[in-house]
């Protein structure tokens, strides 16, 4: 079976020093990576290569997939001046069939004329992750995608994850804490 | 041709013309402030140079 | 399409965003007159180095935060990330603060110009002039506010402004010419040529410093 | 860059020899103007400046097509190197014409097309400068810069054009001065040899200039540690 990601060798360097080198890795259908290390290793910028946001300095890298890539990073790309409503239509998921359902589980369904900017970090992160629980992708990488979460919430999490890889979905996810996937690691 | 064209120290400095006007005082300046930036670009420059190599010994 | 949708959705909600340069327009015109002694003959005669020099002013006003404010909360990243294709993306947030801040603008000039010159041809020509140079105006300022994304704008209109100097000698003569009702198309035209270059070239430029911002 | 070293001494000494024999040769033993009368001996000093100043930008430019096409990081830190040192004659360029204006136009500045556009340029200079240094990471910065010198090189020639056809409505009297008397081959001998040895002296500028650059941004390799 074809790898739908394979990296092969990959380095980078910033201002000539450098993050991480020879990191090689091939990811099939329905298989996790979680990826491991302190913090500035450079899990970040990894996984920014594999999005294709930064190039490496060696090493190449292809992605097999005709879908977009769903990307969970640091930023949760949401508009502080708009309301829950407008910020799903912007991420273009605003009519799809699973979104009421996400939204009572986060108990956000009452609240959704409710301007970003008044919500909690966590209640912001879950609105980010519906760009996650609503992906049209077979690549989902996620960047400590735990912060913040409560421990309902993240079990929620790994629960969808791991329906989305028996569903023959590629996760590419780092963190702190260990999450309750099926996945080899890689530590850099 | 190669016959310089004033008399005295002075009357160089002073560089006055035909018309009267004492030019002296422009074309020197000028020159005083050309060989200001150039020297103090590569005194500057030098300078950098031994600073920097000095900070990686 | 769904794009230009959605940058039109932002910038409507955020009011300070399109009302703030509006305003500031508005109240350079208004402040201009002040400062004159009120006969129409010397009011008329440096009308029109305030209206560009506000219409300038404003559009960098406007520019401000075009890709700083996405860039800080991650939406250029997921931008990047999608198969849009990023310098359309670009393309269209230019358009849409055209159509927001510089067609009003456009608007409110020709009006003043009307209210203060007196002349109702001048406010019908000096329209499309306005129009046409409020949207380079935005397309320059924007390249430069790239350039200089996270560094604060002043820097990226140091860097941008001596290029649109140029452009305000041609508006100086686009004046005379319609002053003396000499070849007022021909600026036109000329003025048309520099945006249908500059509104291809900009955003391929720019979409190449955001990828480099966003590594 | 060692071979650029060996030849540095003697680059730098012939041309301050044909400077400062040139420069001696237009202030002492060329005849007087007949119009301008003793202020045209500024010519020597002016003209490689303002010559200099524009072949710079030029240089820049190369310089940042190369390193956007082939990526060669030389040819950035050349760019980098260039800046100061064209901001620097440019302002002599702007300074010797302002002075030299006094005495001939009576008025040390003049809304002329040249002088605007190389006003302009030295303002464009102190912006590259300026946007270089405000990014600690030196990639992008790069990028940047080179998009800059290439995206300011096709408006200069645009600025050019069209603050002359600005400033010969407006001030069609400057004009006239500023274009130089049909100058004689006895002027003219000097002011070739000035523009020669200036030019060779801004070049050991840069070549000293991109050596602190290379120096600056190479200085974990261990060839730089050898060679300091």
Redesign the interface.
């Known amino acids: 079976m074809q790898p739908i990601i394979r990296a092969h060798n990959l380095s980078y360097k910033i201002n000539d020093k450098k993050l991480f080198q020879g990191i090689t890795f091939d990811l099939v259908k329905g298989k996790a990576l979680h990826i491991k290390g302190e913090n500035g290793s450079g899990k970040t910028t990894l996984l920014k290569i594999v999005c294709g946001l930064t190039k490496p300095t060696k090493g190449d890298l292809t992605t097999n997939t005709n879908k977009e890539i769903c990307f969970i990073g640091h930023k949760n790309a949401l508009k502080q001046y708009l309301s829950i409503e407008d910020n799903l239509t912007l991420m273009n998921v605003g009519n799809h069939q699973d979104i009421q359902k996400y939204l009572s589980i986060f108990n956000l369904d009452k609240s959704l004329d409710v301007n970003i900017a008044n919500l909690s970090f966590g209640q912001q992160k879950k609105i980010a992750l519906l760009r996650l629980f609503l992906n049209n992708s077979d690549l989902l990488i996620l960047d400590e995608p735990c912060v913040g979460l409560d421990m309902n919430a993240q079990k929620i999490l790994v629960e969808f994850l791991n329906e989305e890889l028996l569903n023959g979905k590629v996760v590419l996810f780092s963190s702190h804490i260990s999450l309750d996937i099926v996945s080899d690691s890689l530590s850099i | 041709m190669f016959d310089i064209k004033f008399n005295s120290l002075s009357e160089a400095l002073l560089m006055q013309s035909q018309n009267g006007q004492n030019h002296g005082i422009y074309v020197w300046s000028v020159v005083l402030i050309v060989t200001l930036c150039i020297s103090i670009s590569f005194v500057f420059y030098k300078y950098k140079i031994k600073e920097i190599s000095k900070k990686i010994k | 399409m769904n794009i230009i949708r959605f940058e039109f959705l932002k910038l409507l909600k955020k009011s300070r965003g399109w009302l703030g340069p509006i305003l500031v327009f508005t109240l350079i015109m208004i402040a201009y007159p002040l400062t004159v002694e009120l006969t129409d003959i010397e009011l008329g005669q440096s009308f029109f180095s305030i209206l560009w020099i506000a219409a300038l002013l404003v559009m960098m006003l406007a520019t401000e935060d075009i890709f700083l404010e996405d860039f800080n909360d991650g939406s250029l990243e997921q931008y990047a990330i999608s198969q849009n294709n990023l310098s359309f993306v670009i393309g269209s947030k230019i358009f849409i603060y055209w159509l927001v801040i510089g067609l009003p603008i456009s608007a409110l000039g020709s009006i003043f110009c009307f209210g203060i010159i007196n002349q109702h041809n001048f406010s019908f020509q000096i329209f499309p002039v306005l129009l046409i140079s409020t949207y380079i105006f935005l397309n320059v300022f924007s390249f430069g506010n790239a350039l200089s994304l996270t560094k604060g704008s002043i820097l990226g209109i140091l860097v941008t402004l001596p290029m649109l100097l140029p452009l305000l000698i041609i508006l100086g003569k686009v004046v005379i010419a319609i002053n003396f009702d000499l070849n007022y198309s021909g600026f036109l035209f000329l003025l048309l040529g520099i945006l249908s270059i500059i509104i291809v070239i900009i955003p391929m430029i720019t979409s190449y410093i955001i990828r480099a911002h966003l590594e | 860059m060692f071979q650029v070293n060996r030849a540095y001494p003697y680059i730098f000494y012939l041309s301050l020899a044909i400077y400062l024999f040139s ?1 001696f040769w237009g ?6 103007d ?1 119009v ?4 045209y ?2 010519i020597y ?2 003209v490689p ?1 303002s010559f200099i100043s524009q072949s710079l930008y030029l240089a820049m430019a190369i310089a940042s097509a190369v390193y956007l096409i082939w990526k060669v990081k030389l040819s950035v830190y050349l760019v980098r190197s260039i800046a ?2 064209g901001a ?1 004659t440019t ?2 360029a702007l ?2 014409g302002s ?2 204006g ?2 001939t136009w009576g008025t040390w500045w003049v809304w002329d097309a040249r002088i605007v556009s190389t006003l ?1 340029l030295f ?2 200079y ?3 400068i ?2 270089h240094d ?7 910065a790069d ?2 810069l080179s ?2 010198v290439l ?2 090189s096709v ?1 200069i020639p ?2 050019k ?3 002359e ?2 400033s010969t ?1 407006h001030q069609p009297a400057s004009i006239t001065l500023s274009e130089k008397p049909a100058i004689d081959l ?1 002027m003219l001998y000097p002011l070739f040899g000035s523009i020669i040895g200036f030019t060779g ?1 801004i070049a ?2 840069v070549i ?2 991109s ?2 650059q290379i ?7 261990s060839w ?2 050898d060679y ?1």
Do not use: D
């Open positions: 420069l202030l002492f033993l060329t005849p007087e007949f301008q009368g003793n202020s001996r500024i000093l002016h400046a100061p040192i620097m302002f002599i300074i010797s002075i030299w006094i005495p302009i303002i464009m102190l912006g590259l300026s946007l405000s990014f600690n990471n030196y990639e992008k990028k940047f998009i800059l995206v300011g408006n645009i600025i054009m069209s603050v056809w600005w409505l006895v002296l050991c500028l000293l200039s050596k602190l120096i600056k941004r190479e200085k974990n390799k730089v540690k300091v």
